[in-house]
């Protein structure tokens, strides 16, 4: 079965706090994606990864690093975590016109 | 710069018709996506047109595209209390990134 898994699926943290959201796929797609969902904002890229090796900047990717060692994981990491960065964040990876996404990671940073 | 609206609520009368309507400014986009998320859940593809198209027909789903107003509409029959949830449109350009509009609360009452 087609799969996007994030762990974990839910986070509270304090600010200041490192943390990587983990995001791993199993259709051996070569596009991963970060986006985090906010009210009234929609869906807004933090990074993206065309390969391994291979990542680049979204519209918001500021507190935000990315890695990606191998095809299948991408994993967000947040250095220093700041409340801004509360949200629900969502992996996807994508192959010719589909985008699957993951389940969500609510994160909340007192 | 690219941007996606859409109106933030509609509320429906089970049975009935729902037209959810979306704007996009970037012309080039290639492909034009409707996604719905349920409460707690990720984002699901309903339905996709590509842009050389005008009208996509998939069951209760009617996508109509007006490429010279940059217009898209996603109209639902029979709408379901099952069908509550927010949609979101996007539209690409090569169908990795995705620019999503800021999504429509769908509320079905009986």
Known sequence: EAQV????RYLITVTGKKLTVTCSQNMNHEYMSWYRQDPGLGLRQIYYSM????????????????????????????????PNQTSLYFCSTSDSYEQYFGPGTRLTVT | GEDVEQSLFLSVREGDSSVINCTYTDSSSTYLYWYKQEPGAGLQLLTYIFSNMDMKQDQRLTVLLNKKDKHLSLRIADTQTGDSAIYFCA?????????????????VFP
Do not use: A, C, H, M
């Open chain 2, 91 to 107: 539209e690409s350009y090569n169908t990795d990134k995705l620019i999503f509009g800021t999504g429509t609360r769908l509320q």
């Open chain 1, 51 to 82: 390969n391994v090796e291979v990542t680049d900047k979204g519209d918001v990717p500021e507190g935000y690093k990315v890695s990606r060692k191998e095809k299948r994981n991408f994993p967000l990491i947040l250095e220093s975590p700041s």
């Open chain 1, 5 to 8: 898994t994030q762990n974990p």
